[in-house]
């Protein structure tokens, strides 16, 4: 089981940058692949980026391409994603998940654990 608490959100103005933080609790942090979802008003949750747990790979969705990078620590439980050049589009809760085995199926229905989440609101 993985407890995880996301932190970091908040209030910036567009073209700017925020980075969210996902701590997890258990002793097997390091053996899930770590994504970040979004859900913005009225929409689906979608993917953002994965990183297996070896922190080999990284995976990004075609809409923070360039503008994102996911990291992860495995000797602080930690995942991270850094967010820049921040778009009005860009706001949604974020929401970190882990999932065991699931790096060839970044889907919300693939990851078995949660954050509450953490809200992004991006000013025009």
């Known amino acids: 089981q993985v407890q995880l608490v996301e932190s970091g959100g908040g209030l910036v103005q567009a073209g700017g940058s925020l980075t969210l933080s996902c701590a997890a609790s258990g002793r097997t942090f390091n053996t899930y692949t770590m994504g970040w979802f979004r859900q913005g008003p009225g929409k689906e949750r979608e993917f953002v980026a994965g990183i297996p747990w070896s922190g080999g790979s990284t995976a990004y969705a075609d809409f923070v391409k360039g503008r994102s990078t996911i990291s992860r620590d495995n000797a602080k439980n930690t995942a991270y994603l850094q967010m820049n050049s921040l778009k009005p589009e860009d706001t949604a809760v974020y929401y970190c998940?882990?999932?065991?085995?699931?790096?060839?199926?970044?889907?919300?229905?693939?990851?078995?654990?949660w954050g509450q989440g953490t809200r992004v609101t991006v000013s025009s």
């Open positions: 998940a882990a999932g065991y085995r699931v790096w060839g199926t970044l889907t919300p229905r693939a990851f078995a654990y």
